[in-house]
């Protein structure tokens, strides 16, 4: 006969609530486990933390590597343009480059500059060999030696990057110290003296 407790159960009424049954787990918590929860919320948040990594390192690389075909495009049709600047160079030094014509040069110009082509290259600069390929030496009485005495053809530059050195003509050495009446003398000399083998 069994016996009853005061609150009307058996005494092995609590352990065979409190006990599931064998090979049956035990039914989780409605809630959950705030240590399991955190642990969600932790790889969750690393996952997401991932994949932004992951988009700015996709977009620097896409935005890199427009830039870079844009400035190889830019280039490549600048390379292209340099012959017709070296026409509208020497229309400008004969005295030609005005009107209609002169306008089309001046918008040229503005164009390609706004996409950082830069022209240099002028006498009396001192010369550079990472930008300037000297042809030939000059001498130039009482000027500086290694200075430009000639520009032969202009140097462009993209972006402070040189696209193409500046062919010139330098003073030659000892120029400084010679008296223009003495290069006169001597240049008279030399064709006075071709003139007669002739």
Do not use: C, W
């Not at 009396?124 to 290694?146: C, I, N, S, W």
């Amino acid at each position: 006969m069994s016996e009853f407790t005061a609150e009307g159960r058996t005494p092995g009424d609590d352990q065979a609530t409190a006990t599931p049954p064998m090979g049956q787990a035990a039914a989780p918590s409605p809630e959950g486990s705030p240590v399991d929860l955190e642990a969600l919320v932790a790889e969750r948040t690393s996952d997401l933390q991932r994949l932004q990594a992951e988009y700015a390192n996709y977009k620097k690389r896409v935005d890199r590597d427009r830039s870079v075909a844009r400035e190889k495009g830019v280039e490549a049709v600048v390379r292209e343009l340099l012959p017709v600047f070296d026409a509208i160079n020497v229309a400008e030094q004969a005295g030609e480059l005005h009107g209609g014509f002169e306008a089309v040069v001046n918008e040229l110009r503005r164009i390609t500059g706004k996409f950082g082509l830069e022209a240099f290259g002028a006498a009396g600069e001192e010369f550079d060999p990472h930008k300037h390929d000297a042809l030939m030496q000059m001498p130039v009485p009482g000027a500086t030696p290694l200075t430009i005495a000639q520009v032969i053809q202009l140097g462009f530059a993209l972006n402070e990057q040189l696209i193409r050195p500046a062919r010139v003509a330098v003073v030659a050495p000892g120029s400084q110290d010679m008296p223009a009446e003495g290069l006169a003398d001597e240049s008279a000399g030399d064709v006075n003296s071709e003139q007669t083998n002739q």
